[in-house]
């Protein structure tokens, strides 16, 4: 990246993000320069740098200083075609002048040619120059004042050829050259001046596109406008295009034309108008384009044209221009004037039905910053202004009973009926839609009872009216209802699941993916699909929600996709990078939501991965205080307390958990999976109260393995060999572990496989085979090893070695 004190904020921003990503950028190697001569000491580079240093971002400095005298001496005789002996004389005087400057130093030896001080002679057969003559006053002091006196030699056209080329930056394509020439009489020659200029070697031409061979001569050409007439050339520029291209598509000319344009303000009121309508469109089409920065700057632009009653006199611009602004500014993180924006829009506008934009997006903007209840609540009041009436809650007989109704259609429809569904065609229908589907979303954290009760309605919706993207998201919510402990029916949910991902390509809205990805994968299809098939999916929808803007929905789908690999024992390692990353997003967006849940992720992977003794949670008696994360906090009290050998206390979370279960939920199913396990560690203490535990773990996860047996199997005859050994069946159980050892190896379940190998270990220690004992210890080593647990690596280690020595 050349050149880059030539960018705007925008571009270092990008390239800000690009250094700073949380993966380090560490696939990335990128290389700039900047001239520290062209530059304040408070220009934005500077921060950017400083900014670099403080993220640890790996940074190497090289200041490149001029030439010294034997490299000019060597570059000068190249040139000349002379022994360096004989052009130092030549060479020490150009460096004086020119500092060492590659490009100044080429442009000094032409201009010396140019004016003859620097000839060929036939006579001597080589270049010669009288030292005498030539004094550093006839050399100019920089390489654009050099240029330019050189620019000025040229004809009138060909001077006027680089002024307009210099306005475009340091590119200019066909198309706009053909415009201009059509477009007056005096541009009428433009493409042949600007092919002198590049036999002059001022331009290059590549295709149908000139551009300068370097920025100083484009900065150069620039130099030739004078300064105070620069803005009238480029607004007389950006009109002519603009007139010329009248009723032609404009779409590959319109920036350009409005960066052109936008240097002056017409005082005509009717020009101001069509040139507001140029930024709005140029604004609208940035805006498509995901470019949130342009569409900003193009919007405030055409604010700056309308008059002060705009909302009088041109209503539907105005509110065409607002909304533009408000979805850039929301977008790019800009809330204040987004509110601003949006504030507009509700207050002038004339109905409601033109108001919905401004509702949704500031509904949106809310839920974004994961205000929740202001979403929620702002998103009812719309609902009822619409004529839908909204309980202010439901008892779960209802629901249950509205599902039971609903799933009677849905279970009679085949895929072809589904593929079938038509689309919705009534305005007013999918601005419903649209705002079910976000109260929807926001009821979820802040009342879930009616979360159900929307998801419902969107369904309902859906079939009376048709389909739309909305509806998709609603449907996959319905589906997680029906797979939940409510009706427990995960293969009809599964079923609306995969038809409602079909549906959803009809679309192709890249917008509803995250949500679709992270409720699908992350509570329908894992109690089917392999953990780590979900983790993957899971991990897409982050990566979508990022590239579409929507870091809440990529969050989640982040936290989803962290968890979902914890438990299917991804790398530790791996896990705690991912993990840091998104808890660096989590801060720099501001999203405390998001943070609650993985603050909690974060520091189990980090307390497994690490060498360090456990310590026990600080909020684990509070975890009840909590409800909305309470699960999620007894879940990885579990998780650390099993783990780290705390087995009592493992068994007080899970029969915390155990007292309502959702088994619904794989937090739940995990929790008492690891709740089980510590009883019989207890038990052989003679604490055998708790055992009804273990006995509920085996009927639970024995129906989870119907479902996927994946995911479970290895979990049930791990179970089932504990049983036998505490109950001294001994071969049942070897029987029973090596079971469990080959299910957790077939599912790539590293941890589980060295909890089984190390469980099998201890029984066979308990029978007097100490050999085999050790060599199954090996084994849970290599795996704990594998998964990246240092914890478990050096307990294994210590009771290898105990053992061991009593052996030996």
């Given at each position: ?7 705007d ?17 560490s ?8 001239r520290n ?10 921060s950017?740098i ?19 005298i034997d490299?000019?001496?060597?570059l ?42 620097l ?8 270049w010669?120059?009288d ?14 004042e ?23 930056g340091?590119?200019?394509?066909s198309?706009?050259?053909?415009t ?7 541009f009428s ?42 803005n009238?050339?480029?607004h ?17 000319m ?8 936008n ?12 040139i ?32 002060q009653?705009?909302w009088?006199?041109y ?18 993180g ?19 039905t ?6 949704y997006l500031?509904i ?12 929620y609540d702002?998103g ?10 909204i ?13 039971k ?17 038509k ?13 079910y589907?976000?109260?929807?979303n926001?009821s ?21 009216h048709?389909?739309?993207?909305y ?5 996959i919510?319905?589906a ?5 402990q409510?009706?427990?029916?995960v ?5 609306i ?6 549906l ?23 109690h ?9 999916m ?11 803007g929507?870091?809440s ?10 968890q979902?690999s ?8 791996v896990?705690?990078?991912e993990?840091?990353?998104?808890m ?6 501001s999203?405390p939501?998001a ?12 307390l ?11 909020r ?14 007894t ?10 050998g ?10 915390k ?15 008492l ?5 510590s ?5 052989k ?5 708790h ?12 129906e989870?393995?119907k ?7 290895n ?18 159980a070897?029987?029973s ?27 066979c ?7 085999d ?11 704990y ?5 240092q ?7 210590k ?9 030996g």
């Amino acid at each position: 990246l050349a050149d880059i004190h030539w960018s705007d904020s925008a571009s270092l921003d990008v390239l800000h993000s690009i250094l700073t990503d949380i993966k380090g950028a560490s696939c990335i190697y990128i290389i700039s320069s900047y001239r520290n001569n062209e530059v304040s000491k408070d220009h934005a580079i500077f921060s950017l740098i400083n900014d670099l240093k403080a993220r640890n971002v790996p940074l190497t400095t090289l200041h490149l200083d001029g030439m010294e005298i034997d490299d000019v001496n060597q570059l000068v005789s190249d040139a000349l075609g002379l022994f360096p002996r004989i052009c130092k004389p030549l060479s020490q005087l150009v460096l004086r002048k020119t500092k060492g400057n590659p490009l100044f130093i080429q442009e000094c030896l032409r201009s010396l040619v140019d004016r003859g001080s620097l000839r060929y002679s036939f006579r001597e057969r080589r270049w010669v120059w009288d030292n005498d003559t030539i004094s550093p006053e006839d050399i100019a002091d920089n390489v654009c004042e050099l240029l330019s006196t050189k620019m000025t030699a040229l004809s009138e056209n060909t001077q006027l050829a680089l002024k307009v080329a210099s306005c475009f930056g340091t590119t200019l394509n066909s198309t706009i050259v053909k415009t201009l020439m059509s477009a007056s009489a005096s541009f009428s020659s433009l493409q042949n001046e600007l092919e002198k200029a590049v036999d002059d070697n001022f331009m290059l031409k590549d295709g149908s596109t000139y551009r300068f061979i370097h920025d100083k001569v484009r900065e150069a050409a620039y130099g030739l406008i004078r300064k105070e007439e620069r803005n009238q050339f480029h607004h007389r520029i950006g009109t002519l295009l603009y007139n010329t291209a009248q009723g032609q598509d404009i779409d590959d000319m319109i920036y350009f034309i409005a960066d052109q344009i936008n240097h002056g303000t017409p005082e005509n009121p009717k020009q101001r108008i069509d040139i507001a309508e140029l930024n709005y469109k140029a604004a609208s089409n940035a805006m498509r384009n995901s470019n949130f920065a342009a569409a900003y700057f193009y919007s405030n632009a055409a604010i700056k044209l309308l008059p002060q009653n705009h909302w009088d006199l041109y209503y539907d611009l105005s509110k065409g221009i607002f909304l533009v602004l408000g979805n850039a500014a929301v977008a790019d993180g800009r809330y204040k004037e987004a509110t601003h924006a949006l504030d507009q829009i509700l207050t002038h506008g004339k109905s409601l039905t033109d108001k919905l934009d401004g509702h949704y997006l500031k509904i949106t903007m809310l839920a974004n910053r994961q205000q929740f209840k202001l979403a929620y609540d702002a998103g009812v009041e719309v609902l009822r202004q619409l004529g839908e009436t909204i309980p202010v809650t439901v008892n779960p007989e209802s629901i249950a009973n509205t599902v039971k109704t609903m799933q009677a259609k849905l279970d009679g429809m085949s895929e072809r009926d589904w593929m079938g569904f038509k689309n919705i065609e009534s305005s007013f229908n999918h601005s419903l839609m649209q705002f079910y589907n976000q109260v929807e979303n926001s009821s979820y954290f802040v009342n879930f009872p009616m979360f159900k009760w929307f998801s419902c309605r969107i369904v309902q919706l859906s079939l009376e009216h048709g389909f739309c993207k909305y509806s998709a998201v609603g449907m996959i919510q319905y589906a997680t209802i029906l797979a939940g402990q409510l009706i427990n029916d995960v293969q009809g949910a599964y079923k609306i699941g995969k038809m409602v991902l079909k549906l959803s390509e009809r679309f192709d809205a890249m917008d509803i993916m995250p949500y679709i990805y992270m409720t699908y994968y992350g509570y329908i299809a894992v109690h089917i699909e392999p953990f780590q098939s979900c983790a993957d999916m899971l991990k897409r929808g982050f990566e979508i929600g990022l590239s579409t803007g929507d870091v809440s929905s990529a969050l989640f789908n982040g936290i989803h996709y962290i968890q979902k690999s914890l438990v299917s024992g991804a790398n530790l390692s791996v896990l705690k990078k991912e993990c840091d990353y998104q808890m660096r997003l989590v801060e720099a967006h501001s999203l405390p939501v998001a943070k609650m849940y993985m603050s909690p992720l974060q520091e189990t992977i980090a307390l497994l991965s690490a060498r360090e003794g456990y310590s026990d949670l600080t909020r684990s008696d509070d975890v009840s205080k909590v409800t909305e994360f309470s699960e999620s906090l007894t879940f990885h009290g579990v998780i650390q307390t099993f783990w780290f050998g705390h087995y009592d206390r493992c068994i007080f979370y899970a029969e915390k958990s155990s007292a309502s279960p959702d088994m619904s939920q794989l937090k739940s199913i995990m929790t008492l999976f690891y709740g089980a396990l510590s009883c019989f560690h207890c038990s052989k203490r003679g604490q055998k109260k708790h055992m009804h535990l273990a006995s509920q773990a085996v009927n639970v996860i024995r129906e989870k393995a119907k479902e996927s047996s994946w995911n479970y199997q290895n979990k049930i005859h791990l179970l089932q060999a504990q049983f036998f050994s505490a109950n001294g069946e001994r071969d049942n159980a070897k029987a029973s572990f090596e079971a469990a050892i080959t299910a957790a190896r077939k599912s790539k379940f590293p941890h589980e496989e060295g909890l089984a190998c190390e469980y099998s270990a201890l029984h066979c220690i308990k029978n007097g085979e100490n050999k085999d004992g050790l060599e199954l210890l090996e084994k849970a080593k290599d795996c704990y090893k594998k998964w990246g647990s240092q914890v478990k690596v050096d307990a294994i280690t210590k009771r290898i070695e105990k053992i061991a020595a009593k052996v030996g």
